[in-house]
């Protein structure tokens, strides 16, 4: 079995081919001896190849020969593959936006990618600041909550400043992230409106370092991925409005935060 294995920072990407198909797994990356051990176990002699910034931890712990790769050529690679195979037409140059424990942008010409940027605002913290703001730990529950939050009770948009008046901009844009202190001292916010505006925080911030980048290379096409937009429908509808309104395409692939397992499988 050919096995492709992405081992960041928070999560271990697997991919894996039986029959023709294609099998996706991820367990936490804190518990590597349970990825060697799930790797042993169930899949039937494993020809592997392993990339990520946790790939020598893995390795060590996994006895047997395995190939690695550089993460974000595998990545490229693996955008490519998922793309095509959901009909998903991608024209050069793009740019693929990584939204994982933390952010990293990528532009692609030719079949080859350059790093661009990337910032500390990603997924992590989500999870960090949800800890330190409502105490919960759980990925879950926390975009679970968030769905149900409401922004209004945290944030100062532009058309709370310009109260009547026409404002230059549009009244929907958010002023000030947070900032909407007053009606906070008079109402402590839920725990799912302080969660709403974290990620509402997060997806703005990518959208805006990205898109300087995306004019910079005449780009149109935006590809997010990461596993930061699992199970989490505020943040991509976050990132997608924010995209298209800054006049770009935002393109989610199915499975998009598996491309670095699968291009670092479909390299052995
Ligand atoms: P990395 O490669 O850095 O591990 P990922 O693309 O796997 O990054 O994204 C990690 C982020 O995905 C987390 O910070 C969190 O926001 C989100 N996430 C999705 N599912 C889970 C989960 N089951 N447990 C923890 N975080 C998760």
Redesign the pocket.
């Known amino acids: 079995t050919k096995v492709g294995i992405?081992a960041?920072?928070?999560?271990?990407?697997i991919a894996y081919q039986t029959n023709g198909s294609i099998r996706y797994q991820?367990v936490?990356?804190a518990d590597m001896e349970y990825t060697v051990e799930w790797l042993s176990s169930q899949l039937d002699n494993p020809d592997v190849c392993v990339t990520?910034?946790k790939s020598e931890l893995l390795t060590k712990k996994w006895q047997a020969p395995a190939k690695t790769m550089v993460e974000f050529d595998a990545t490229t690679k693996g955008i490519e593959f998922l793309a095509n195979h959901q009909d998903q037409a991608l024209v050069e140059p793009f740019l693929f936006v990584?939204?994982?424990?933390?952010t990293s942008i990528h532009v692609v010409n030719d079949g080859k990618q350059e790093r661009t940027g990337g910032s500390g605002i990603?997924?992590?913290t989500?999870?960090g600041l949800a800890q330190l703001t409502t105490g919960i730990h759980d990925?879950?529950q926390i975009v679970q909550l968030a769905g149900n939050g409401n922004r209004g009770n945290v944030d100062l948009k532009v058309k709370d400043i310009f109260e009547g008046t026409l404002s230059p901009i549009s009244g929907d844009l958010t002023a000030s992230n947070f900032g909407k202190t007053e009606k906070m001292a008079a109402y402590a916010p839920e725990n799912a409106d302080i969660l709403a505006s974290i990620t509402g925080m997060i997806g703005e911030v990518i959208v805006s370092i990205t898109i300087p980048t995306a004019m910079q290379y005449n780009v149109d096409q935006m590809v997010y991925?990461?596993?930061?937009f699992?199970?989490?429908r505020l943040l991509r509808e976050t990132v997608s409005k924010y995209t298209i309104m800054l006049e770009k395409t935002p393109i989610f692939l199915e499975k998009g935060?598996y491309s670095?397992a699968v291009g670092a499988m479909l390299s052995i």
Do not use: A, C, H, Q
């Open positions: 992405d960041g920072g928070t999560l271990t990407k991820s936490p990356s990520g910034g990584n939204v994982g424990t933390g990603g997924g992590g989500l999870m990925y879950k991925i990461g596993s930061s699992r199970m989490n935060e670095g």
